[in-house]
């Protein structure tokens, strides 16, 4: 005898008991107010079991999200941080352009009145040397620098061109030991010459008599004796005045006005050249002005 169902349309009759159960069940939803009760009921039942079949994907959905927020957190950080460092060298740039314009500025204002023609300098290198006062400047015989030209900053007098190369030169300070420079005092007129000391902050008043009228704070400009230096420029202010009974000299210390060490662009000047008396020779001429600029330069 052949059984009712053969492992072949087994499959088949399955098929068709699952339909007409699912038939039966969509009719007594619609027909019997109880089924309905009890589907409410069931799902009740079933939502942790769906809850907890979906949280494997909802948590898959979740880290996901956590590592895409994560990562553009981390691309917006670099971003944002890249951002910054761009701003903030500007910010330094536009600090350092507005300082350098102040300065400028203070150049112009400081040699307007004179209408002494000049070029703006830029430092290149300070000697480290302690025992000169040097530094390069990046103005050169190109520029029409020349041997013994003024050099000034927005406060004062600097010093004087001692070397030029095509596109450099190297300016001598009035600090350096070696240095001299004849000034006025210009409260009363008196005159006098100013000796660097080897130090920035010091200037020694040399052969100042015991009876000068010069007091401390008293402002010493070039006198333009020697046709070195125009006249008027600052260049020191009396700090010290010692006088000792019985010298015949008075002891007398000034302070730069000009500072070198802070300062980075520079007036380089021209001043019109003085015309010569009728009558003498041009090598006369220059002898005299030798003669003239040794005294000044060579003065004890």
Same mark, same amino acid.
């Given at each position: 005898?052949?059984?009712?169902?053969?492992?072949?349309?087994?499959?088949?009759?399955?098929?068709?008991?699952?339909?007409?159960?699912?038939?039966?069940?969509?009719?007594?939803?619609?027909?019997?107010?109880?089924?309905?009760? !009890? &589907?409410?009921? %069931?799902? /009740?039942?079933?939502?942790? *079991? @769906?809850?907890? =079949? +979906? $949280?494997?994907? #909802?948590?898959?959905?979740?880290?996901?999200?956590?590592?895409?927020?994560?990562?553009?957190?981390?691309?917006?950080?670099?971003? !944002? &941080?890249?951002? %910054?460092? /761009?701003?903030?060298?500007? *910010? @330094?740039?536009? =600090? +350092? $352009?507005?300082? #350098?314009?102040?300065?400028?500025?203070?150049?112009?204002?400081?040699?307007?009145?004179?209408?002494?023609?000049?070029?703006?300098?830029?430092?290149?290198? %300070?000697?480290?040397?302690?025992?000169?006062? @040097?530094?390069?400047?990046?103005?050169?015989?190109?520029?029409?620098?020349?041997?013994?030209?003024?050099?000034?900053?927005?406060?004062?007098?600097?010093?004087?061109?001692?070397?030029?190369?095509?596109?450099?030169?190297?300016?001598?300070?009035?600090?350096?030991?070696?240095?001299?420079?004849?000034?006025?005092?210009?409260?009363?007129?008196?005159?006098?010459?100013?000796?660097?000391?080897?130090?920035y902050d010091t200037l020694d008043v040399l052969h100042v008599p015991d009876t000068a009228?010069?007091?401390?704070?008293?402002?010493?400009?070039?006198?333009?004796?020697?046709?070195?230096?125009?006249?008027?420029?600052?260049?020191?202010?009396?700090?010290?005045?010692?006088?000792?009974?019985?010298?015949?000299?008075?002891?007398?210390?000034?302070?730069?006005?000009?500072?070198?060490?802070?300062?980075?662009?520079?007036?380089?000047?021209?001043?019109?050249?003085?015309?010569?008396?009728?009558?003498?020779?041009?090598?006369?001429?220059?002898?005299?002005?030798?003669?003239?600029?040794?005294?000044?330069?060579?003065?004890?």
């Amino acid at each position: 005898m052949k059984p009712l169902f053969s492992q072949g349309s087994a499959p088949g009759y399955r098929m068709l008991l699952c339909a007409f159960i699912a038939f039966a069940l969509m009719f007594a939803e619609h027909r019997l107010p109880r089924v309905a009760e !009890l &589907r409410a009921h %069931l799902s /009740t039942v079933v939502t942790p *079991v @769906q809850w907890l =079949a +979906s $949280l494997p994907s #909802e948590a898959l959905s979740w880290g996901a999200l956590a590592v895409s927020d994560q990562r553009d957190l981390i691309d917006e950080n670099r971003r !944002l &941080r890249r951002q %910054l460092l /761009t701003l903030s060298h500007r *910010v @330094q740039r536009m =600090a +350092s $352009l507005s300082a #350098e314009n102040a300065r400028l500025r203070e150049l112009l204002n400081a040699a307007r009145h004179r209408r002494v023609p000049y070029i703006t300098a830029e430092l290149l290198s %300070l000697d480290s040397d302690p025992f000169t006062h @040097q530094m390069v400047l990046d103005r050169g015989r190109t520029d029409g620098v020349y041997v013994g030209q003024p050099v000034t900053d927005a406060s004062g007098l600097i010093g004087q061109v001692i070397a030029v190369s095509a596109y450099t030169s190297r300016v001598l300070m009035v600090a350096d030991a070696s240095h001299a420079v004849p000034v006025r005092v210009t409260r009363n007129g008196l005159r006098f010459i100013v000796q660097g000391t080897g130090s920035y902050d010091t200037l020694d008043v040399l052969h100042v008599p015991d009876t000068a009228d010069i007091r401390e704070g008293d402002l010493l400009v070039t006198s333009g004796l020697g046709g070195r230096f125009p006249e008027g420029y600052p260049v020191a202010r009396v700090t010290l005045v010692v006088h000792d009974p019985g010298a015949p000299f008075a002891r007398v210390e000034a302070e730069p006005v000009a500072q070198p060490e802070r300062s980075r662009h520079f007036l380089m000047l021209f001043p019109p050249r003085r015309t010569p008396a009728a009558g003498i020779s041009d090598v006369a001429r220059q002898a005299a002005l030798s003669v003239a600029a040794g005294a000044v330069e060579e003065a004890p």
